[in-house]
């Protein structure tokens, strides 16, 4: 580091910031495609190790280059969907804009006077200082604005990690806090062992290794409570390239045909009247069956081979807006109750600022009519037709499955098994159908239900309440699958506690920066009451 006053080398800056990069990439191969979840503690001690105590500038710069190095490899799927990068490069500038936050208010809190020795109190301070911080970023960024955008949350690499099991206690937050902490005391064993203080050392990184372990121990219960239901998980397919995918989507009842075919193609094999509900993924019926008899010729038909309710995906226009539904069919009565989306994507399905933003660039109208948010219940009741009896499913929608609160209130409302229906389609082999996967896996351990996850063109799976994949389809190819998925009535911890870790996050960050703030602020009256003596 530089002494007070003097500026660091131009090489020297470079190395921070190539350190801060590769510390974003680090933490980046945590998440699916490669998935080894135990580099995110490192990638993000590294990080937490260089911003401490480093100038306002050089933390800010360096929390930018951690956020290029995470982001830009996680998001590529967006490029993906719009062919070109724009949409890439604004996301990860912004995303990457929360841990330009974060590193200043570390570098700003970390100078906070009962932080800075190397007694055992600071030690212990500095741990929970920075875990409260890098949480509380990352809850900022996954709920403002617009609902903020959870992709990146630690949580979210974990689905294959023994502290998996906390998130049943503590939800995504619980987890993501755990993670941090773990990295935070990997970064506290380095420090103290390069200062050859033994003893630090060795209590961090025991504490980091107790912190992985012992998340196993902590029941997990995913016994079924109220009996099963079959399920029949149907994945169409579309096409293996998002240009291709938005070429079949324009072409009227291809898609529906797809998922219908494949229906029948399930219904062949399964024994008849078997099942109890069939689900069709996001956007399956391209054209609304509830307006378009071609349509609901086609879902009536698969409807009745199955003898069996279907949840469908539907595009509804009403007025000047749109609205992304779920809709269950009932064989010989058609639509019934609908899900209606309760958190669409900003600018990827609708455009705040249309006006504004045409002036820069006519990518806004690529997305011709904005979609609405739903209201309403976050759950559908359907009659399972083999056992006879009435079911209710938690349903999400694509991205919804990355938002703990969508999925918890239709929890509360009874929902026994969570449903998510999504279309992959137009990400391509991108890593995104992988990282909603893993997204579902962690959300099944948070609220304690089954998740039966349905794609139009993958990754379909059934998830079992302790995360684990039980069955899943191969990607881009038309298949379905059946289940006997079991029903859960207990509330986890997770829920019961519901919102409040991540308010409490957030007020503990909020604390600790205003702490920093006012540190500095006599730290800077004390220096000029000197000047004048």
Not at 174 to 203: F, K, N, Q, W
Not at 342 to 358: I, K, S
Not at 380 to 409: K, N, P, S, W
Request: charged residues 15%; aromatic residues 6%; hydrophobic residues 50%.
């Amino acid at each position: 580091m530089a002494r007070a006053g003097r500026a660091p080398s131009w090489p020297a800056r470079l190395a921070g910031w190539a350190w801060a990069a590769a510390c974003g990439v680090v933490v980046w191969a945590g998440f699916p495609p490669v998935g080894a979840w135990w580099a995110v503690p490192l990638g993000l001690a590294g990080i937490m190790a260089a911003t401490r105590q480093a100038t306002w500038g050089q933390a800010g710069l360096r929390g930018l280059f951690l956020g290029l190095g995470l982001f830009t490899p996680l998001l590529h799927f967006t490029a993906v969907s719009m062919g070109n990068p724009l949409g890439w490069v604004s996301l990860t500038l912004v995303e990457s804009l929360y841990l330009v936050a974060w590193a200043i208010a570390w570098s700003l809190v970390s100078r906070v006077p009962v932080l800075k020795g190397d007694g055992w109190r600071a030690l212990v301070g500095r741990v929970l200082a920075v875990t409260v911080l890098w949480c509380g970023a990352e809850e900022l960024r996954s709920s403002w604005p617009w609902g903020g955008f959870p992709f990146g949350r630690l949580a979210f690499a974990m689905a294959d990690a023994p502290v998996l099991p906390v998130a049943a206690y503590g939800g995504s937050v619980g987890l993501s806090l755990l993670v941090a902490l773990v990295a935070a005391c990997v970064a506290e064993a380095v420090r103290a062992g390069a200062r050859l203080r033994v003893l630090h050392a060795v209590a961090a990184g025991a504490g980091a290794g107790a912190l992985l372990l012992a998340p196993v121990a902590l029941p997990v219960d995913s016994s079924s409570q109220d009996g099963t239901i079959r399920v029949g998980a149907v994945q169409g397919d579309v096409a293996d390239s998002a240009r291709a995918a938005d070429d079949v989507f324009a072409r009227a009842l291809e898609v529906t045909g797809n998922h219908a075919q494949a229906t029948l193609d399930m219904a062949s094999e399964v024994e008849a009247g078997s099942l109890d509900l069939v689900v069709w993924p996001e956007n399956a019926a391209d054209l609304d069956p509830r307006t378009h008899s071609s349509a609901a010729v086609l879902v009536e038909h698969a409807a009745q081979q199955v003898r069996a309710p279907l949840l469908v995906g539907a595009v509804a226009y009403e007025g000047q807006v749109r609205h992304n539904d779920v809709i269950v069919w009932v064989p010989g009565q058609g639509a019934g109750e609908v899900y209606r989306k309760h958190r669409p994507v900003p600018f990827g399905e609708y455009v705040p600022w249309r006006e504004a933003l045409r002036r820069v660039t006519s990518q806004v109208d690529r997305i011709g009519t904005d979609m609405a948010a739903g209201d309403g219940p976050t759950s559908l009741t359907v009659h399972a037709a083999a056992r006879d009896r009435d079911v209710t499913v938690a349903m999400g929608i694509c991205f919804e499955v990355a938002y703990d609160d969508v999925l918890r209130q239709g929890v509360t409302e009874g929902g026994e098994a969570i449903v998510i229906p999504t279309n992959n389609a137009s990400f391509g082999r991108s890593s995104e159908a992988a990282q909603q996967l893993a997204q579902g896996r962690v959300q099944a351990v948070v609220h304690g239900r089954s998740v039966v996850q349905v794609s139009t063109v993958g990754l379909t799976a059934v998830i079992s309440p302790k995360g684990v994949v039980e069955q899943e389809l191969e990607p881009f190819t038309r298949s379905w699958l059946v289940a006997d998925v079991g029903l859960r009535q207990t509330v986890t911890l997770a829920d019961r506690l519901g919102p409040w870790p991540g308010r409490v996050v957030l007020a503990g960050a909020t604390v600790l920066v205003l702490t920093g703030i006012l540190c500095r602020a006599h730290e800077g009256l004390r220096r000029r009451r000197r000047r004048r003596r």
